[in-house]
T-cell receptor, first 110, second 113 residues
């Protein structure tokens, strides 16, 4: 069965520090991969997506993610976090269906 | 470009009552999704339409939930009768076609008392 795991429920980083949010999936084939961000009271916004090709993808707001087929992972990274990045982050996978992870809540310390 | 519209934004009902949500996707988007997001969890896909046909409804509790997308544009999601555990935000999203970038509406927050 398809599943998406985000192992970290909550992460706290200092402003300016680097960030990595983990995502692992279980799927019958290589699915399309997405990262979305949800700020309090806001809708979900797409940060980046992977369909095929270069396994390192760039997104909006300085985020990037790397697809590792051997590890069934699609981790999200940012070299320097800003206070405005505090939000809930969701990994999603799918082909003709979509499955979201439970989310990782990011807190940014000043 | 107008985004995905949903109404109502908030709804409070008592258990065993019925409720309906409406979604108007972005013009030209063939694929429409309904998700249920319970507090503290990720969105859970309830049903996916491609035009007016159902692609995936494997996680839709069909004994109480129903959805339709007449004419392949607007969609309604209905719950009848509602249970306490249906309290959640119901999100509608649309995409041009298939598993592409989804654009989400603001959601409808349902409280079942």
């Amino acid at each position: 069965a398809q599943s998406v795991t985000q192992p970290d429920i909550h992460i706290t980083v200092s402003e300016g520090a680097s960030l990595e949010l983990r995502c692992n999936y279980s799927y019958g084939a290589t699915p399309y991969l997405f990262w979305y961000v949800q700020s309090p009271g806001q809708g979900l916004q797409l940060l980046l997506k992977y369909f095929s090709g270069d396994t390192l993808v760039q997104g909006i707001k300085g985020f990037e993610a790397e697809f590792k087929r051997s590890q069934s992972s699609f981790n999200l990274r940012k070299p320097s976090v800003h206070w405005s990045d505090a939000a809930e982050y969701f990994c999603a996978v799918g082909l003709n269906d979509m499955r979201f992870g439970a989310g990782t809540r990011l807190t940014v310390k000043p | 470009e107008a985004g995905v519209a949903q109404s109502p934004r908030y709804k409070i009902i008592e258990k065993r009552q019925s409720v309906a949500f409406w979604c108007n996707p972005i013009s030209g988007h063939a694929t429409l999704y309904w998700y249920q997001q319970i507090l503290g969890q990720g969105p859970k896909l309830l049903i996916q339409f491609q035009n007016n046909g159902v692609v995936d409804d494997s996680q839709l509790p069909k004994d109480r939930f129903s959805a339709e997308r007449l004419k392949g544009v607007d969609s309604t999601l209905k719950i009848q009768p509602a249970k306490l555990e249906d309290s959640a935000v119901y999100l509608c999203a649309s995409s041009l076609a298939g598993p592409n970038e989804q654009f989400f509406g603001p959601g409808t927050r349902l409280t079942v008392l």
